[in-house]
């Protein structure tokens, strides 16, 4: 103010942040605006620039990866199921903040709780699978005369990380449809949403490391 010399402070854009590294981190530099689908304000911005990605995946290959080997198909899958029921105690929140995508409640239900539905649906699949941390795949085979020499196909968690690039129009389905199947493998996961819609992912994201549902890493 000229007048008074009161000094005006306009509120700052949210920026979003990128969960990597087992911490909360915002990426370098002004990132790409976010809108409102109805107001055309912006809602955030989202940026990735400084975050180191060979860093990530190495992170994921020596953190996360070692546990979720180690745990069976059915714990798992347990945790998928824990993790859905936590998710949808919250999905009024995602409606919320989905509406701001241009999305009507018919258009999120899709999103957000057919999302949810993919984690239950994986979850039952641990009952196809032994409790064990591996699957045993056909029978035996003979591979000599007399029977000593016999060979054993025996599936095994991969040593690595999953790499995901979602649409801009499933900001939730996207990603859990798809980490669903990589966290009952075994596997964790980076994943890169849409820089258009984000904004919905980063709110489900912040709730799923709340949860503390998922092993460090994954």
């Known amino acids: 103010n000229p007048q008074t010399g009161n000094l005006l402070i306009m509120p700052t854009t949210p920026q979003l942040h990128n969960y990597a590294l087992g911490a909360c981190i915002p990426g370098d530099g002004e990132g790409i605006p976010q809108y409102n689908a109805y107001t055309g304000e912006i809602v955030a911005t989202a940026s990735d620039a400084g975050l180191d990605f060979a860093q990530i995946l190495e992170y994921g290959r020596k953190t996360g990866n070692p546990v979720l080997r180690r ?19 919250r999905k009024e929140k995602y409606y919320t903040v989905s509406h701001q995508t241009g999305a009507t409640r018919a258009d999120s239900w899709v999103d957000i709780e057919g999302g949810i539905g993919n984690l239950f649906a994986y979850s039952s699949l641990r009952r196809r699978f032994p409790n064990e941390p591996y699957y045993v795949e056909g029978e035996t085979v003979r591979l000599s005369k007399e029977n000593t020499f016999t ?3 025996i599936l095994t968690p991969k040593h690595g990380v999953a790499v995901h690039i979602n649409a801009f129009n499933f900001p939730v389905w996207g990603m859990l449809e798809k980490i669903a199947v990589n966290l009952l493998a075994g596997m964790p996961a980076v994943v890169k949403p849409s820089e258009q819609t984000s904004f919905l992912t980063e709110a489900l994201v912040r709730d799923i490391v709340e949860s503390g549902i ?5």
């Open 214 to 218: 998922l092993p460090a890493g994954s």
């Open 151 to 153: 060979g054993h196909h």
């Open 71 to 89: 745990m069976t198909f059915h714990e798992r899958g347990r945790m998928l199921k824990a993790l859905a029921f936590y998710l949808l105690e």
